[in-house]
């Protein structure tokens, strides 16, 4: 079946830009995970939603960052006032739920460069 | 503060020189321990989890093992296609969802 799928692929945005980047889960996922992979640095957690629970933001790293989920499938991730240190690879997972079976499948990724 | 180290950085092997990858870890309490492929330019591709000490799993030429403190990815009898990333990430059983990854070991197989 089809897996995780991420949109754009790559973008190139000047500073102080918005931005937004797209995630659409595993069908029948009920869990959506957002993570940031620097150069040089291991895959950093951003955002969890499960079903119609409140999301973890716990490791979003400022308020220029904010996502959604709607009707529990698509989500986006949107970055306000870019800066170039937001400059990574955004990586969606989705799993079927936070529970025993809980391995994460991940989406392609977005590149994302502010210049 | 859960903390993920994976060691060595960076191995290469000549094709058919087994190795092992190691993950050590420190949480509260572990849900799981996942092991992860990746290849350039792509997402993490899901390969193992492991849930308590002495669990193994196999796949291939890749075996996963879990003591209370440390993973070890063992490659036997590597192909030039198992080049590539390897991530270890835990869940720490307080937190639910989120992941905790290492650094990953780049591995590269020479024919």
């Known amino acids: 079946g089809a897996g995780v799928s991420q949109s754009p692929s790559n973008k190139v945005t000047e500073k102080g830009k918005d931005v937004e980047l797209r995630c659409d889960p595993i069908?029948?996922?009920?869990?959506l995970y957002w993570y940031r992979q620097s150069l040089g640095q291991g895959l950093e957690f951003l955002i969890y939603?499960?079903?119609?629970?409140?999301?973890?933001k716990s490791g979003l790293p400022s308020d220029r960052f904010s996502a959604e989920r709607t009707g529990g499938s698509v989500s986006t991730l949107t970055i306000q006032r870019t800066q170039q240190e937001d400059s990574a690879v955004y990586l969606c997972?989705?799993?079927?739920?936070?529970?025993?079976?809980?391995?994460?499948?991940f989406g392609p990724g977005t590149r994302l460069t502010v210049t | 503060e859960d903390q993920v180290t994976q060691s060595p950085e960076a191995l290469r092997l000549q094709e058919g020189e087994s190795s092992s990858l190691n993950c050590s870890y420190t949480?509260?309490?572990?849900?799981?321990l996942f092991w992860y492929r990746q290849d350039p330019g792509k997402g993490p591709e899901f390969l193992f989890t492991?849930?308590?000490a002495g669990e193994e799993k196999e796949k291939e030429r890749l075996k996963a093992t879990l003591t209370k403190k440390e993973s070890f990815l063992h490659i036997t009898a590597p192909k030039p296609e198992d080049s590539a990333t390897y991530l270890c990430?835990?869940?720490?059983?307080?937190?639910?969802?989120?992941?905790?990854f290492g650094a990953g070991t780049q591995v590269v197989v020479t024919p």
């Open positions: 069908s029948g996922h009920t869990a």
């Open positions: 492991l849930y308590s």
């Open positions: 990430a835990v869940q720490d059983s307080g937190s639910w969802g989120k992941l905790q």
């Open positions: 949480v509260s309490g572990l849900r799981g």
């Open positions: 997972a989705s799993s079927e739920a936070a529970g025993r079976i809980d391995e994460q499948y």
């Open positions: 939603f499960q079903g119609n629970s409140a999301p973890d």
